[in-house]
């Protein structure tokens, strides 16, 4: 699928580049970093913000610009997703900073989404959502989170205990069972106690969908 992430970097940065956008909020993951990496080859002078350490180490690295205080107004923002059903909902936080993803991705005038062929879905529900809990409600929260379906800490080799976040928060994947609105999900899982956010963004968030394929 690596030809398939570049075919959605390029093409995003072409609709960047044609519409005369020069700063992008961006999120994390493999295609972003592809998206990045279009970025400072073509030499777009197109500035870049962005919240979450690793992107921003990237970002350094590939020389780009790099808006350090959060501008008054941002064009477009561009993330990648997890999965991506028929209707453009999605599910992110395979990367497990989800929370600074939604902040950013909601902030921006239009929210982009970039994914390689392989992210779509014809069932949003079949991939897990990921779900950041408070750490001194771990337990608590994790019994109303159950209401939903099946929860399961995400562990990962070489580490001790569950996965964190960015914030030292660990992170749940939780198997929805039943039929559920992405934005009524959205709205349920924002309202239980000791949830920071859930990795569901409906819809109707979704400006534009751009999909690479190889």
Do not use: Q
């Not at 519409?19 to 030499?43: N, P």
């Not at 923002?77 to 992110?92: F, Q, S, T, Y």
Request: aromatic share 6%.
């Amino acid at each position: 699928m690596e030809e398939a992430k570049r075919d959605a970097a390029r093409r995003a940065v072409d609709a960047l580049e044609s519409e005369g956008v020069d700063l992008v909020a961006v999120g994390a993951g493999t295609t972003v970093e592809a998206f990045l990496r279009e970025l400072a080859e073509r030499r777009s002078g197109v500035r870049v913000f962005t919240t979450i350490p690793g992107t921003l180490s990237v970002c350094r690295e590939l020389g780009l610009e790099v808006v350090a205080t959060p501008p008054e107004e941002i064009p477009v923002a561009v993330d990648g997703a997890d999965a991506v059903d028929e209707d453009r909902n999605l599910i992110k936080g395979g990367g497990a900073c989800h929370a600074l993803e939604k902040a950013l991705d909601y902030a921006a005038e239009e929210f982009w989404v970039i994914v390689d062929e392989s992210k779509l879905v014809e069932d949003l529900w079949e991939v897990p959502v990921p779900v950041e809990v408070l750490r001194g409600c771990y337990e608590l929260t994790l019994r109303e989170l159950r209401r939903f379906g099946r929860v399961r800490p995400r562990r990962c080799e070489g580490k001790y205990g569950p996965v964190a976040s960015d914030h030292g928060n660990p992170i749940v994947d939780l198997e929805v069972e039943g039929e559920w609105d992405p934005g009524e999900l959205e709205r349920e899982l924002a309202s239980v106690p000791g949830v920071v956010e859930s990795g569901v963004f409906p819809g109707d968030k979704v400006d534009r969908l751009i999909v690479g394929r190889a």
